[in-house]
């Protein structure tokens, strides 16, 4: 049976198990991050440090015609990496996510996506921060680095996860009356967040996405590093219908047909879905990494991002 909720105490403890993985660009060629066509991650910034003479072999794009006039002597910019790169985590846990057939929900394996990500940040250094949210609320939490901080974010991924089991407990007044959030409204929040020089990281199974999404995700990745953990389930996958199955979404019900052409027209239907934001996030250099519901998370991370 598919674990329903997620304890706080359970994604504190993925701390441990927040190993053997990187944000960073320089890949092993095992990673899905490390294809010639998979990401253009640059890793944290750089920062002026200092003028220097020009040496032979140094990058002629690096001169500083300005300064080389002013000096009478080839001038060149030397940068240094900088020393943090903020991450931002997107986190869905909305109704649709609140789906699983195998070891947990999709909600869940969102949380400890989450969970993963945010102790592996802490742990290099960086600043952490994130939006959580559901059909009727967006929970932000500005980068920082402390654990604090990341606490404070993992107590509203569960507080949200939890509600997803409370019949409506996601839904107020303002989801009642159809102005449901959505996933552009978080990636709308996001914007005056990482405005430069994030890494944003969205964690959903991109239900709703349209091509607003598109032009949202293309305003995020003009100045920031990317990434799409795109959770999904293998009965969401495949499905083969049963006498008596029924299916429920926003309180409709449908029976599902027991013949095979509908098993296949199902699982193209998703296929193509998948294949087109693929195509899409390419086309923006963002790497859409897919994770299962059916197998443990930090052990799929390790596998998608590779060792350093």
Same mark, same amino acid.
Do not use: C
């Given at each position: ?50 003028? $220097?003479?020009? +040496? ?13 006039? /002013?000096?009478? !002597? *080839? ?5 240094? @990496? ?26 869940? =394996?969102?949380?400890? =996506? ?27 939490? $500005?980068?920082?680095?402390?654990? *604090? ?6 107590? @509203?991924?569960?507080?949200? #996860? ?7 407990? #996601? ?37 709703? %996405? ?11 990745? !003009?100045? #920031? ?21 029924? !299916? ?9 047909? *027991?013949?095979?052409?509908? !098993?296949?027209?199902? +699982? ?10 693929? #195509?899409?996030? /390419? %086309? ?16 799929? =991370? $390790? ?6």
């Amino acid at each position: 049976m598919a674990q329903v909720t997620v304890s706080l105490d359970e994604l504190i403890l993925l701390r441990a198990k927040a190993r053997g993985f990187s944000f960073l660009p320089r890949q092993p060629v095992t990673s899905l991050l490390a294809g010639r066509h998979a990401s253009r991650l640059r890793g944290r910034g750089l920062t002026f440090e200092e003028l $220097r003479h020009y +040496r032979p072999g140094d990058d002629v794009r690096l001169i500083d015609w300005k300064a080389t006039a /002013r000096k009478r !002597a *080839t001038q060149i910019r030397v940068y240094n @990496e900088e020393r943090e790169r903020p991450v931002l985590l997107i986190v869905d846990q909305r109704g649709p996510m609140f789906f699983g057939s195998r070891r947990a929900m999709k909600s869940v =394996v969102a949380a400890e =996506v989450a969970a993963l990500s945010a102790w592996r940040t802490l742990e290099v250094g960086d600043r952490i921060g994130g939006l959580v949210f559901n059909e009727s609320e967006i929970v932000e939490i $500005r980068p920082h680095r402390s654990q *604090t901080r990341v606490l404070r974010l993992l107590h @509203e991924v569960t507080r949200l #996860n939890h509600l997803l089991a409370v019949p409506g407990g #996601n839904q107020d007044d303002r989801a009642a009356s159809q102005e449901r959030v959505h996933l552009n409204d978080a990636l709308s929040q996001a914007l005056p967040i990482a405005k430069h020089d994030h890494l944003v990281v969205l964690v959903s199974d991109l239900d709703g %996405a349209d091509q607003e999404t598109q032009r949202l995700s293309t305003l995020l990745s !003009a100045h #920031n590093d990317m990434l799409v953990v795109a959770t999904y389930d293998p009965l969401g996958a495949s499905l083969i219908g049963q006498p008596g199955m029924v !299916a429920a979404d926003r309180g409709e019900e449908w029976r599902i047909p *027991t013949d095979s052409k509908f !098993a296949e027209a199902f +699982r193209a239907s998703f296929q193509n879905r998948l294949d087109e934001w693929r #195509n899409i996030f /390419r %086309a923006l250099r963002v790497p859409v990494l897919p994770v299962s519901t059916a197998r443990p998370v930090h052990e799929q =991370v $390790r596998e998608l991002f590779g060792k350093r």
